[in-house]
């Protein structure tokens, strides 16, 4: 138990469909990521939030949406997906965007078909 | 651009060897983490390293910032410590963490 809590931890969607991945982290953390985990590559940065404003968004397509409700969740909602972005997403905190350690989720397991 | 690299890529060990994993970074850093990612894809913490030496049981870690390398040991390896092993880094310029491409490793029994 990391105290970072991802829903759900496994998602079949159609290309059509709009989903959205959720996490929650209990350890009073300012900062909060989602990643990108594809088969035979290195972890991706999808987002970086600060005090529930985006501080980075490192290119990534428009059918992945986030959303920072708060400091303590987060959200990836997902519209139209393809299968190439079929992966593991995993989503972090950290006390602050700089010099501190990060704590993982336990991810999202994400089939597109 | 700032790089993070591991190596071995793959490494097979019997189970009750040691072994060695390291992490060369091309830049400066202010934070250095070791993770394990577990078969069902969790990352788990091991060690918050930016220079020094920490140990945790048979694990332990030490950073050389000024080599720009950190090297986790795994001693008396156990089936359990197979995975993935990440090291990333954090740049002092940047909010960005930089991860490697990890290192695989199977204990077999």
């Known amino acids: 138990e990391t105290g970072v809590t991802q829903t759900p931890r496994h998602l079949v969607m159609g290309m059509t469909n709009k989903k959205s991945l959720k996490c929650e982290q209990h350890?009073?953390?300012?900062?909060m990521y989602w990643y990108k985990q594809s088969a035979k590559k290195p972890l991706e940065l999808m987002f970086v939030?600060?005090?529930?404003?985006?501080?980075e968004n490192n290119s990534v397509p428009s059918r992945f949406s986030p959303e920072c409700p708060n400091s303590s969740h987060l959200f990836l909602h997902l519209h139209t997906l393809q299968p190439e972005d079929s992966a593991l997403y995993l989503c972090a905190s950290s006390q602050s965007v700089t010099g501190n350690t990060i704590y993982f989720g336990e991810g999202s397991w994400l089939t597109v078909v | 651009g700032i790089q993070v690299e591991q190596s071995p890529p793959d490494l097979i060990l019997q189970e009750g060897a040691n072994s060695t994993l390291r992490c060369n970074f091309s830049d400066s850093v202010n934070n250095l983490q070791w993770f394990h990612q577990n078969p069902w894809g969790q990352l788990i913490n091991l060690f918050y390293?930016?220079?020094g030496t920490k140990q945790n049981g048979r694990l332990s870690a030490t950073t050389v910032a000024t080599e720009r390398y950190s090297l986790l040991y795994i001693s008396s390896s156990q089936t359990t410590d197979s995975g993935v092993y990440f090291c990333?880094?954090?740049?002092?310029?940047?909010?960005?963490?930089?991860f490697g491409s990890g290192t695989r490793l199977s204990i077999r029994p």
């Open positions: 939030y600060s005090l529930e404003e985006r501080v």
């Open positions: 990333a880094a954090r740049y002092s310029s940047a909010s960005k963490i930089i």
């Open positions: 350890l009073g953390h300012n900062a």
């Open positions: 390293i930016p220079s």
